[in-house]
């Protein structure tokens, strides 16, 4: 069985799975199990016309269906504790008033389809998420309903059962960074630092494909470093860090397939570059998914192989670990997918938060080459790497864009204290009022949909 859907009114069957890690098979869920029993057997009835009216409004009028990406830094310490930082909103600490945050800004940015980075697997999370944080007014602003969620387990965590790291142990006990580099993506825990889609458009939750198990080997010409691996390990690697996912959206009578995943940064590695190398051959992936004639080898989790069906729509998104000039992921990295010729690079989102951040935080801001104001993301500046555009939204070339931007309010602006600037006071999150990234959003014309 390929996927599992969880309803509302079937919680039991989440926890069944979620216990079943060797499973590792994706979990598809829309609706969530909404608050009371009784709330949810009433919704059951009404909840499909209800969705259909919220497409409506929705997609009504312009055509223009707004895409973002937020590496949310809604990763915790340990397995459970984001379910219980999520399950207590009203408690006042450091977590709860970062997702709070986390919140706000989506609720104010206001996308149709969202993919958050850096949400550890959960569907129990995914849910709560909406539930008690989304679907809240936070501090005045308009709550936002997602009818739709699609998540899935993600390679961080997971042990590989080999010495990936080459420290001469194989660590199998979670909780330390020994472990983390053991496993198949970076993670302390099974999950941690996963990922999320959520959407007012149906998903299609059948034609989803996941390709969490592809193996890294599998890639023709591919960057994997050798001795560095062993041949059994190479026979192990898997590619995605956390998943790649093709998530087909049904916009009125059309499908957008958003292709998400969140590559692992360059860094955090030794001589043999082993992270950039993964980096470049996850951006790639996508680069080669759109690509008929490069996607053969390619196969999803079900078995089934081949890329994308030429012609399809699609909007590529998430942390890429990549500028495009600056920073240390191998040259080119990002621009596989940046001069793709399939692919709407026209229009780079900018904000005037990262031109006046990176006046302020100089260091190794100074001798960067891209341009101060495509940056998403406001990482160390002393000594380095400095703030770097990571986060992007591309659509295909067919699909015009016409709007976009970067929630980084200037200081000047009281929606900064969303944002903020690095503080040792909001280290339990990361060192930010929500995360070192901000969220990038694209509004896309979609053919045919009036
Ligand atoms: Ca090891
Ligand atoms: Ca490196
Ligand atoms: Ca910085
Ligand atoms: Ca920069």
Redesign the pocket.
Known sequence: MPYVTVRKENRASTHTYYNDWSNEHPIVFSHGWRRKLMKRVLATAVGVAACAATVMSTASGSGQVRFATFNASLNRSAAGLLVDHLSNPDVDDVFRRQIRNVAEVIQRERPDVLLINEFDFDPVAADLFRTNFLEVSQNGAEPIQFPYAFIAPSNTGIPSGKDLDNNGVVDTTPGDGTYANDSFGFGLFPGQFGMVVYSKYPIMFDEVRTFQLFKWKDMPGNLIPTPFYSPDEVDSLRLSSKGHWDVPIQIDRKTVHFLVSHPTPPVFDGPEDRNGRRNFDEIRFWADYISPGQSGYIYDDNGVYGGLTPGALFVIAGDENS?PL?GDSIPGAAQQLLDNPLVNSRVWPQSAGAVEA?ALQGGA?LT?R?D?R??TADFADVPGP????ADYVLPRKNLPIVDSGVFWPVLADPLSRLTGVFDPAWLPVGGFPISDHRSVWVDVNVPGVQ
């Open positions: 500028d600056d990176s801001n960067h891209s101060p495509f940056d400095g703030n770097l555009h």
